[in-house]
Each structure stands twice: as structure tokens, then as C-alpha cells.
């Protein structure tokens, strides 16, 4: 079994080259500690690394280009040019180039990942504009690393400490959650949670949390029935399975009321409604990952901060936070395909 002594090979896809990914990154390991943690493998331009590190400023980072991931040196950041020419860069611009330009280092992660020639995935932000005004055909990182996978169903689980909060529906439009949800959805997602929080979190015995969907979670059926006739019905269903699952629960005052700290992952129905209080309660440290793939992939909880790039002061506190549970999570597999694999002792 690998060592937790041994830096984690992480690939990271540069984002959107417009944006603030390689700066933050940049800042990650002017601490030299973490590349006790990571060996990072950037792949972009080497010139991205070039301007962040003149926008981080001191200490300076030790960085330079490798030919394959498979020849990367610890103690730096190893660049793996996707592109042979430099990226003009312009701070905080929208263009459909640059969209092309993270969508391609991002294939280029991802098949050296699924060849094993980095250990796990930390994507940087990209811009789902710029990607869609490329050539790019999904709506973000979740969904493109499904179709890679070949995975049905994943679930997008925003981490901070002992919170975490999944999303039942993803990146879609508010007026169309109704009509996405139904009793199978709600127990696919839930079964997701239940075991990446046993395989990748280590929880023996997980809580589970749902919440409602309408206000006061219908208060009784006044306002909706998805309540009664759609999550209720799943988490009976749960339950029968002996998973501790509990609800639906007003989301409106779940969070405020520190109902989630006796919980172990939280399942909203929809997007802004997981992550407006976990963004709030998160101040920058959360992560985003992508639970039910075979693979471990993170990133920060933020965007591509085009209204400050360039000019070296984004915080690199998620992106490191993401650093950490990447390996963490990896180790957690590791540990866990271990305990899973062993040979039982039955008595004769």
C-alpha cells in the first residue's frame, strides 16, 4: 500500500488561462511544506506559471517543464505543456479561445490520469461561458468527468471540516427541478453520499440529511406535495435498506438552526439551495468533489475570479484545502479497498 509519508502526484488542469488558477497555485507552494503533501503536475503553458509567479510575488516557487508526467521532480511544480505556444493573456477576459485552451489541458489531465501517471485530479476553475462559447459540450467538470468515466450517476459534494452538502440536481434551471425530481433520483443520490462518505471520508456509520423542496417543506401540503409523494417516500425506502437517513427537512431554517452539525452529508434538491448556506458558512476553505467516480477528483469552491486576476490577490485557501482532501481521499480508498479485500476468519 502506498505510503501517506510519500508526496501525491496531482495533475491539475490550468482553468481558464484568463483567470486566477495558475496564481493561486503558484501561492499554494510558495509554502515549500506542501510539496511535502503534493508533486504538482500543471498542465497549461509554461508561461502561465511564469505570470502568476510574478503576480504572487516572494518567496519564489521552484517550477519547470517536463516532457511527460512520468518524469516529474518532487519539490517543484512540474509543467506539462499542452500547447506549444504561450497563451496571450488577458486578465479577466471572456473568449471562447481561452475556453478551447482549458478544455484541451483538461482532456490531456484526464487521459494521463486514467493512464496512472498522476494518482488524482484537482481541476482549477474554469469559466462555463467561455467553455460554452468553445467547443466544449457540458455543463461543467461534474458532468464532463461523468461522460469520461462512463458513470450514470455522480454527485457533486461541497466539503468543508464536517460539512458536506450534496445536490440532487446540478446545473440546471430553477423552473425545471420539479419535473427532475422523483423517489429514484433521490435514492440514487443518496447512495452516493452514503458510500463515498464510507469509502472516501471513512464514516462507519453515515447520517444523512434531506431536505425538502418547497418552503417549510410544504407545511403539510399547502404549498407542493413533492414532499409527501416524492422525498418521503424515498427516504422510507432508505431507511428499509438500513441507511440512517432522516427527513425532508425545512431547508430554510436547517442550516441556521445547526440541525446540520448532527448530520455526517446534507442532500439539498437543488443547486443554490446546498450551496448559498454552505458558501456561507464555508468563508473560502470548501471543496468541491465529485463523488461516484473511480478516480478522485477536487477543486475549490470559487470561480475563475475574473474581477480580481492579475493582480495577486486571490486566496489560495480552498485550493489548498482541495489539495489535502484529494490525498486524504485517495489514502481513504486505499485503506478502505484494503479493510473491504481482507480475508475473513470464520470460526469452524
Known amino acids: 500500500m502506498a505510503s501517506k509519508k510519500n508526496p501525491t502526484t496531482i495533475g491539475f488542469s490550468c482553468g481558464d488561462p484568463n483567470g486566477i488558477g495558475a496564481e493561486i497555485l ?5 509554502d515549500n511544506r506542501m510539496f511535502r ?18 503576480i504572487a510575488g516572494e518567496p519564489e516557487v521552484n517550477w519547470s517543464v517536463v516532457e511527460d508526467a512520468t518524469k516529474v521532480k518532487q519539490d517543484r511544480i512540474n509543467v506539462v505543456k499542452t500547447h ?26 484526464v487521459n494521463d490520469l486514467a493512464s496512472t501517471k498522476v494518482e488524482v485530479l484537482v481541476t482549477l476553475p474554469i469559466h462555463k461561458d467561455a467553455m460554452r462559447q468553445g467547443a466544449f ?4 467538470h461534474t458532468e464532463f468527468l461523468a461522460d469520461f468515466a462512463n458513470v450514470d450517476e455522480v454527485l457533486m459534494l461541497l466539503v468543508s471540516g464536517d460539512l458536506r452538502v450534496g445536490m440532487c440536481t446540478g446545473h440546471v434551471a430553477l423552473k425545471d427541478v420539479p419535473n427532475l425530481l422523483n423517489p429514484e ?29 418547497n418552503p417549510h417543506s410544504s407545511d403539510n401540503g399547502l404549498m407542493g406535495n413533492e414532499e409527501k409523494r416524492i422525498i418521503a417516500p424515498a427516504i422510507k425506502d432508505l431507511s428499509a435498506e438500513g441507511k440512517i437517513v432522516k427527513g425532508p427537512f425545512p431547508a430554510d431554517g436547517f ?21 448559498g448556506p454552505f ?33 495577486g ?36
Not at 26 to 30: E, I, P
Not at 88 to 101: E, L, M, P, S, T
Open 185 to 213: 433520483l433521490i435514492k440514487d443520490k443518496t447512495r452516493l453520499m452514503h458510500d463515498s462518505l464510507l469509502r472516501d471520508f471513512g464514516i462507519v456509520q453515515p447520517r444523512i440529511a434531506v431536505l425538502g423542496l
Open 37 to 54: 503533501e503534493a508533486t504538482p503536475v500543471f498542465y497549461g503553458t509554461p508561461n502561465l506559471i511564469e505570470a502568476a509567479a510574478e
Open 279 to 311: 458558501k456561507a458558512l464555508s468563508f473560502g476553505n470548501g471543496v468541491n468533489f465529485t463523488a461516484g467516480l473511480p478516480i478522485v477528483r477536487t477543486s475549490p469552491d470559487h470561480g475563475t475570479g475574473f474581477d480580481i486576476a492579475g493582480q
Open 313 to 348: 490577490v486571490a486566496s489560495p485557501d480552498s485550493l489548498r484545502a482541495a489539495i489535502y482532501m484529494a490525498r486524504d481521499i485517495r489514502f481513504n480508498r486505499l485503506e478502505y479497498r484494503e479493510l473491504t479485500s481482507a480475508p475473513r476468519n470464520h470460526p469452524k
Open 84 to 109: 506549444q505556444s504561450p497563451w496571450d493573456i488577458q486578465w479577466g477576459k471572456v473568449d471562447a479561445a481561452a475556453g478551447d485552451f482549458a478544455m484541451h489541458a483538461l482532456q490531456s489531465v
Open 137 to 140: 459540450k457540458h455543463p461543467g
Open 26 to 30: 503558484v501561492k499554494v507552494f510558495q
Open 255 to 275: 442550516f441556521g438552526a445547526g440541525t446540520h452539525k448532527q448530520f455526517d452529508g446534507v442532500l439539498a434538491m437543488y443547486h443554490d439551495q446546498g450551496l
